[in-house]
């Protein structure tokens, strides 16, 4: 559209003429001016005839915009006071469809003449016009569950929005409310708090929030929050407002969590003391245990030194007797006494070979006099499968766990020639640290388990008992690891 036609008459117009150009001039200059507003302008006159529209206007309004005609969007609103000068509403221009907002204010200076500005607007705001503030505060309010108060203390006169009223059981405006009337609703027990917060804000302008039980008028208690501010002029105060809340959700819910964590507190510290009881217990089982190890090795020892200097001994003597009476039988001495006494070196002989085996296995004494090494290379050198056995000088060891070593070791091997149809066994034994790590490797059939009654089942309670650990890897087909480790001192 041609922005520059001439689209009314400005008010005043004069004829034209050489006395009139200044004014044509000054006119001129109003039409650039109203052309170039970013809303659409108009002016009518009492009638609401339109006396001038700038080009915006044409375009929102369309053929429905005609010069020196008036319509309903283009009457001129009541006189308005001062402080109500400007109108609005909305409507929909039938030539262009088009939502717009029309404001409209009288001009204070040219009689009879208004000004109307329209506004496009979006079909949401056409839906939802703009409504009262004190009705939109009040839902606003009333989504909250908050009611607001104001108290004009010269005047001794106390306000109270719908919503406080609601929240405290009442009727909206249904009592005349003063300060005693609200101490009333207050618990009992919580007026105090109200009351010591509210004179300290009264005296010296200090804020307060408290929270307090409201008695309902049906009985019911809920919770409330209040929040109070002050206003002070020379000193002394004139007005207080402030806010009230139901918060009874929030209060009982951090009850909850205060009770579930004061639960959880009390059942965190009767675990603990559970713990330290169990730990009581698991360590005077675990020297019981201990106790029941060294006393078993102290008895194998004792047994085995019985055997060695009682029983050993005398077979030894009798057969050393038997050898001498051999020996000194003379020629032509009956054959049959002579068999009789040879057989019975033999069993005596065997017999003490037997009895050295019962006592070795019960507690060898090479164990007891060189150590774990020198008792583990000569139980390799029996063994009826070949033994590789590599490790260091280990030196000694307390004699329990010198003991486990050897027995472990001692096992291993009986279930390798009994149950693994190997060919070799890889034996390692090793100090790590303040652990002695011993590995007994076969190249055997597999299978053994921990888990099955035997002779490992009761190893792994032996080294268990030691605060060791015991393992074993025997997949079928491919052999068996038993490794042991064992808490050995620095």
Same mark, same amino acid.
């Given at each position: 559209?041609?922005?520059? #036609?001439t689209?009314g008459s400005?008010p /005043?117009e ?10 044509a001039?000054?006119? !001129?200059?109003?039409?650039?001016a109203?052309?170039a507003?970013p809303?659409a302008?108009?002016?009518v006159d ?5 006396q001038?529209?700038n080009a915006l206007?044409h #375009? ?12 309903a969007w ?6 308005r006071? &001062?402080?109500?000068?400007t ?7 039938r030539?262009?469809?088009v ?5 409209s ?6 009689? /009879?003449?208004? %000004?109307?500005?329209?506004?496009a607007?979006s079909?949401?705001?056409?839906a939802?016009p ?5 009705e ?8 909250a ?10 005047? &001794?006169?106390?306000?109270w929005?719908?919503?406080l009223?609601?929240i ?7 009592m005349?409310?003063t ?5 009333e ?9 109200l009351e010591e917060?509210?004179?300290r804000?009264?005296?010296?302008g200090?804020?307060?929030v408290?929270t307090?039980?409201?008695?309902l ?12 501010r ?6 002394r105060?004139? #007005?207080?407002?402030?806010t009230g809340?139901d918060?009874t &959700?929030?209060?009982?819910a951090?009850?909850? %969590?205060?009770?579930?964590l004061?639960e959880?507190?009390r059942l965190a510290?009767e675990?603990?003391?559970?713990r330290?009881?169990l730990e009581v217990?698991l360590e005077?089982?675990?020297?019981s ?5 060294q006393a078993v090795?102290?008895a194998?020892?004792?047994?085995e030194? &019985?055997?060695?200097?009682g029983?050993q001994?005398r077979?030894?003597m009798v057969?050393m007797?038997l050898?001498?009476? %051999?020996?000194?039988?003379t ?6 006494l002579e068999?009789?006494?040879g057989?019975?070196?033999?069993e ?5 070979a ?5 006592a ?6 090479l164990?007891?006099?060189r150590?774990l090494?020198?008792?583990l290379?000569?139980l390799?050198?029996?063994?009826q499968?070949p033994?590789? =056995? ?6 000694? =060891?307390?004699?329990?766990i010198?003991s486990? !070593? ?7 091997l009986?279930?390798v ?8 066994v890889?034996?390692?034994v ?5 652990t002695l ?6 190249d /055997?059939?597999g ?7 035997g002779?490992?089942?009761g190893l792994?309670?032996r080294?268990?008992?030691l ?10 087909g ?7 480790e =064992?808490?050995c001192?620095?």
């Amino acid at each position: 559209m041609d922005t520059g #036609r001439t689209h009314g008459s400005a008010p /005043g117009e004069r004829p034209p003429g050489p006395a009139a150009e200044p004014a044509a001039r000054h006119e !001129a200059s109003l039409h650039a001016a109203f052309d170039a507003l970013p809303e659409a302008a108009l002016i009518v006159d009492r009638a609401g005839c339109v006396q001038y529209a700038n080009a915006l206007a044409h #375009r929102l309004l369309g053929e429905e915009l005609v010069l020196g005609q008036s319509a309903a969007w283009s009457q001129p609103d009541p006189e308005r006071s &001062d402080t109500e000068a400007t109108a609005r509403t909305s409507f929909v221009a039938r030539a262009t469809g088009v939502s717009l907002r029309r404001t409209s204010a009288s001009l204070p200076d040219v009689d /009879g003449l208004s %000004l109307i500005v329209l506004n496009a607007v979006s079909t949401a705001e056409t839906a939802y016009p703009v409504r009262d503030p004190m009705e939109r505060l009040n839902e606003v309010e009333a989504t909250a569950q908050l009611g607001s108060w104001s108290w004009d203390i010269e005047a &001794d006169v106390v306000s109270w929005s719908d919503e406080l009223y609601r929240i405290h059981g009442l009727a909206p405006q249904s009592m005349p409310m003063t300060y005693g009337n609200f101490l009333e609703l207050i618990h009992p027990d919580d007026r105090h708090i109200l009351e010591e917060a509210v004179q300290r804000c009264y005296l010296e302008g200090e804020p307060y929030v408290t929270t307090h039980r409201v008695v309902l008028p049906d009985g019911r208690l809920r919770w409330h929050q209040g929040r109070g501010r002050g206003v002070m002029s020379d000193g002394r105060p004139v #007005r207080m407002f402030g806010t009230g809340q139901d918060v009874t &959700d929030r209060v009982l819910a951090d009850q909850a %969590l205060r009770q579930s964590l004061h639960e959880a507190r009390r059942l965190a510290a009767e675990n603990e003391a559970l713990r330290a009881e169990l730990e009581v217990q698991l360590e005077e089982v675990r020297a019981s245990r201990a106790r029941i190890v060294q006393a078993v090795y102290e008895a194998r020892r004792r047994f085995e030194r &019985d055997l060695h200097d009682g029983a050993q001994q005398r077979l030894t003597m009798v057969e050393m007797t038997l050898r001498a009476v %051999l020996r000194q039988l003379t020629p032509g001495v009956d054959p049959a006494l002579e068999r009789t006494l040879g057989q019975a070196v033999d069993e005596l002989s065997a017999g003490a070979a037997e009895l050295r085996s019962l006592a070795r296995g019960l507690h060898p004494a090479l164990l007891s006099e060189r150590g774990l090494m020198p008792a583990l290379e000569a139980l390799a050198t029996r063994s009826q499968v070949p033994v590789t =056995l590599r490790g260091a000088t280990i030196g000694r =060891l307390d004699p329990s766990i010198e003991s486990a !070593a050897y027995f472990v070791v001692s096992e291993a091997l009986t279930n390798v020639m009994k149950h693994a149809d190997a060919s070799r066994v890889h034996l390692t034994v090793e100090r790590q640290g303040t652990t002695l790590v011993l590995e007994v490797r076969d190249d /055997g059939s597999g299978g053994a388990s921990v888990d099955a009654d035997g002779g490992l089942r009761g190893l792994s309670d032996r080294v268990a008992a030691l605060d060791g650990r015991l393992r074993v890897e025997s997949p079928s087909g491919h052999g068996t690891l038993v490794r042991v480790e =064992l808490p050995c001192g620095s």
